[in-house]
């Protein structure tokens, strides 16, 4: 690989963001597209993401991702934004134009419609209601993508309502807020249904929902991907139902921000996710 002084310099900013995957799976494609570019890791302290974003303008470097705990500040310190980074309430990627300014855009909507088309290949997503179990910033962006690749309906399920009303109203009536006690009503009914939620995360039990309520079509998809298959995603395949595993949504959002940062595609002959799979301890 070669980083010479006229590289393209492309990262990642979370805090912490040591386990992130992102600088493995970018600089690999870098590499096999040839390109005199890098992906580096940026964990600034908290209180210093906007300085650290004004110190990019301008050419510091070409975009960065953002991650946890920096979404929304991130979409509040750039200076233009697309439709899905301002529903979503958020932005994954940030790209530093040579005039100084910011955009904002999310990828990981786009991510999680990429995810199902590999995984669930032909689910017709304006067929059914989808359920979204959680209310936060995944959740959001996930309800703006869906609204926008044509979901006829969303139920928000969260375990503080009022999270799930706040995200619901934001998008009208198409997106209603309901509580855990609604899903036996809601779940014979739902076309795709997704843990949002951080339940599952290390190996824990996943949200209470009784999959089986589905209808045998319905796809199941879990946001979280350590471990790979959820104990959710487990529940879900028992009952017979398609799944939708977390590391195809993350892998699936690299790929326009490669694009975007890069300004060329991401080489499809890396088996992106076989490397993700050894880093994960899945392979
Ligand atoms: P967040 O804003 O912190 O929201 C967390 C959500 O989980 C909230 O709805 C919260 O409910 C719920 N929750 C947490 N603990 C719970 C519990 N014990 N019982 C019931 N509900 C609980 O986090 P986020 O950014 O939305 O991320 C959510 C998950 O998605 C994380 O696991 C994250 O890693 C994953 N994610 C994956 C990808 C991907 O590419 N695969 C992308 C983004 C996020 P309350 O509102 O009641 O607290």
Not at 96 to 121: F, K
Request: proline share 6%; with cysteine.
């Amino acid at each position: 690989m070669t980083i010479s002084g006229a590289a393209i310099v492309g990262g990642v900013c979370g805090q912490p963001i040591k386990h992130s995957l992102s600088p493995i799976l970018h600089n690999a494609w870098i590499e096999a597209a040839g390109l005199d570019a890098a992906y580096v890791p940026f964990a600034p302290a908290e209180d210093r993401f906007e300085a650290f974003v004004d110190g990019l303008r301008g050419g510091a470097a070409r975009g960065i991702n953002v991650t946890i705990p920096f979404k929304e500040r991130a979409l509040a310190v750039a200076d233009t934004a697309s439709d899905l980074a301002r529903m979503a309430g958020a932005a994954n990627l940030l790209i530093l134009n040579a005039d100084g300014s910011v955009h904002a855009d999310n990828t990981d909507g786009p991510g999680l419609i990429a995810a199902i088309a590999v995984q669930a290949p032909g689910f017709d997503m304006a067929a059914a209601p989808v359920v979204i179990l959680g209310a936060g910033g995944a959740a959001r962006g996930a309800a703006a993508a869906l609204l926008l690749a044509g979901a006829p309906s969303i139920a928000i399920v969260n375990r503080t309502l009022a999270r799930a009303r706040d995200l619901a109203e934001a998008f009208g009536p198409k997106v209603i807020a309901a509580e855990e006690s609604a899903l036996p009503d809601l779940l014979p009914r739902a076309g795709l249904v997704i843990n949002a939620t951080s339940l599952g995360l290390g190996g824990g039990e996943g949200p209470a929902a009784d999959l089986a309520l589905t209808p045998n079509t319905a796809v199941i998809m879990d946001m979280v991907y350590k471990p790979l298959r959820t104990e959710f995603l487990r529940r879900a395949e028992a009952a017979g139902r398609r799944t939708v595993d977390g590391l195809e949504m993350l892998l699936r959002q690299a790929v326009p921000t490669f694009e975007a940062i890069y300004g060329v595609a991401a080489p499809a002959e890396v088996d992106v996710r076989a490397i993700a799979l050894t880093l994960l301890g899945e392979a």
